[in-house]
């Protein structure tokens, strides 16, 4: 396979850019950047997540069967970047970002604009990454968009020219 072809082509797929959060039974929070997400269903309303297999965040998933997808909006870059690393949860704050737990109990962020929260139906673990198959039980919105939905997402093209998630 030509490696170079190969990465362009990936990189040719877009990504919105999403903030994954879960806890675990006994209380620990993780939250993390992705972009590895897409809806797969209606009936019932599936999500697919791409989650790197050795994390914290894969972990407490793993255990807990639940996660909440936070959408960042145009102006939460900084949030982005924020999460590419692993924070301690200090209270009800993580990353220095208040969270309020969801309906079905996950973290979700308070500032940004849209979060929907799943139970785990299915892991698919291959390569580098699980495939986390989640049934959206509930969904919020708290800042409308104005236009198309999917032009208030944060996408990965956003963050910078040189920043690319695969390939």
Request: charged fraction near 20%; glycine fraction near 10%; proline fraction near 5%.
């Amino acid at each position: 396979m030509n490696q170079d072809a190969k990465k362009t082509a990936l990189r040719m797929i877009p990504y919105g850019t999403f903030i994954l959060t879960s806890e675990s039974p006994k209380g620990t929070v993780s939250a993390a950047t992705v972009n590895w997400v897409t809806q797969a269903s209606f009936t019932p309303p599936l999500v697919v997540v791409g989650v790197k297999k050795d994390s914290g965040t894969f972990a407490i998933i793993s255990e807990s069967r639940a996660f909440a997808l936070n959408v960042l909006g145009k102006g939460h870059k900084d949030l982005a970047f924020n999460f590419f690393k692993s924070h301690e949860r200090h209270g009800d704050s993580i990353g220095g970002q208040p969270f309020e737990h969801g309906p079905q109990g996950m973290p979700l962020l308070t500032q940004l604009p849209a979060w929907l929260e799943c139970k785990v139906v299915d892991i698919v673990e291959h390569g580098d990454h699980a495939v986390v198959i989640g049934e959206v039980t509930e969904a919020g919105v708290r800042a409308q968009p104005e236009g198309r939905a999917d032009e208030a997402t944060l996408w990965l093209r956003d963050l910078g020219e040189k920043l690319f998630y695969g390939g």
